[in-house]
């Protein structure tokens, strides 16, 4: 009678543990199928799909290959530079004619025809030239030119209307020489646009 009620309280006992066991159990199994279930869903979410997509598009395209096409030195196009001499003395020496006839007026007008030329050459080879340094020499012509066309324009007004410079009044024919320093960056840079500029359409 005891063993009986003794086995019986005992498999009782076991019955209750493992009923309590498979309770506890069961929770932890459901928790893990939903989370399975969840990460199922989300991979098969176009949202995510699309985040992902987005995600390997951005590191795909490294501006480390675009730094590489602008310092990479492109071949230089051979070409004829006496063109560009003969045009340099024609130029040069068409405005020494304009300052013995007419002054310094005459040669400002001259000048400010190629100082907004080379303005807008500038501009175009820095919007779409990729070589950086075509891009960067471009820029310097420009600056160069646009120095010495400011010492002509004050100089030359100032001389034409008192007789005295105003920019370096002790360098007495630096506004002299002005024609040919702003010709100097015109000439660079119709040997950037030669160089390295695209080929001319047929």
């Known amino acids: ?17 493992g009923q309590n066991h498979h309770h506890r159990i069961r929770p932890a199994v459901a928790r893990s199928l939903l989370l399975l279930l969840e990460v199922k869903l989300l991979e098969n979410s176009p949202r995510v799909r699309l985040c992902t997509t987005l995600i390997d598009d951005e590191t795909s395209g490294q501006p480390a290959d675009e730094k590489e096409a ?13 063109a560009n001499y003969l045009f340099y003395a024609i130029t040069v020496l068409a405005a020494y004619v304009l300052y013995y006839y007419f002054g310094f007026p005459a040669v400002i007008a001259m000048m400010l025809f190629f100082v907004i030329r080379l303005t807008r050459d500038t501009a175009h080879v820095v919007k779409t030239y990729e070589y950086k340094f075509a891009r960067q020499a ?4 420009l600056v160069y030119s646009m120095t010495f066309f400011t010492i002509l324009v ?15 009044p002790d360098f007495q024919d630096l506004t002299s ?14 040997n950037i646009k030669r160089m390295w500029g695209p080929l001319p359409s047929l």
């Open 1 to 17: 009678m005891v063993c009986s009620i003794g086995f019986y309280s005992v498999r009782t006992a076991n019955c209750t543990a």
């Open 70 to 82: 602008e310092s990479a030195r492109p071949p230089v196009r051979a070409f004829n530079p006496l």
């Open 138 to 141: 471009a820029v310097a012509n």
């Open 154 to 168: 004050v100089n030359g007004l100032a001389i034409s209307q008192i007789g005295v410079p105003v920019i370096l």
């Open 177 to 190: 020489w002005t024609p040919i320093l702003i010709m100097g960056g015109v000439f660079g840079m119709s």
